[in-house]
């Protein structure tokens, strides 16, 4: 079973797939975490209080985001697909 | 009578020479640089929960730190940032720390032993074990933790930060949350592990 997609359909498809690829370039990028994060613990070194640790302000991309943005990619992309094939049935007809 | 009299006289000048030879350093919850440390390494997620309100009273002979030392470090468990504000609400909830209602780690210092000094000297770090008692969510057990101790005479250096003659602690040891009555929900399993990482590490004053 094949499923015919007219030129319109084939661009959606690459535009999902590159935006897709896109979010987990950019979740690699970000050093692979599972999580998103907004704050990241970093290790200050003091002389007198040796090494502690501190909370900073930072944002990491997480899996978790590159999945959620993925589905609704692909949900938003079925959607459009949907009418771009009743746009070629009808001007099958 | 006499001899009764005699005998409160030396178990008096004993105590008095004891509490003498004990050198008292604190330090409160306001200095937000002394911390307490909880790390849990479980196989879907690395947590690590960092609490800046502790506070600290310990007594120390600094001829010899096996000398009955005593003590106690206290933390805010409701003041604990896990990096994700939604996760800190749970671990403050009912159903993890139950911060309302235990809203301290409290652990009191009954003892130092295999001290690699018994004698406490400017700028030089001290490693031992400090036994004692850790109380959290309500429950006690004994623990044993690696304790690192430093000693700094005060100086020029030190008063810019701060007064008195100081008392670096840093300590390390492993508690089972099972062991303190907390159970880790099924939701989030794989993401806790039962075995915490906890270490403490503050600096303490003599300064009145």
Redesign the interface.
Known sequence: MSIKLNKNQKKTVYVAISLITLTLVIWILYGAE??T?????VEIE?E????????RKEFVWGLDLSLIISAITVAVSLVVMYFQKNKRDKNES | MNLNFQNIFIVFIILTAVSFAQTKFSCGPDDERNQAVFESNAPLEDIVGVSNKLSADVSIDLSDISNNPNGYVKVELAELKTGIDLRDRHLRSANWLDTDNYPFAEFVLTGISQASSKVLEDGTEVTASASGNLSIHGVTKKITAQIKLTFFKESDKTKSRIAGNLLRVSADFNIKLSDYNISIPSMVAGKVDENIKVSANFVASDFK
Do not use: A, R, S
């Open positions: 599972i999580f994060k907004t704050e990241v613990l003091d007198l209080f040796g090494t502690t640790k501190e909370w």
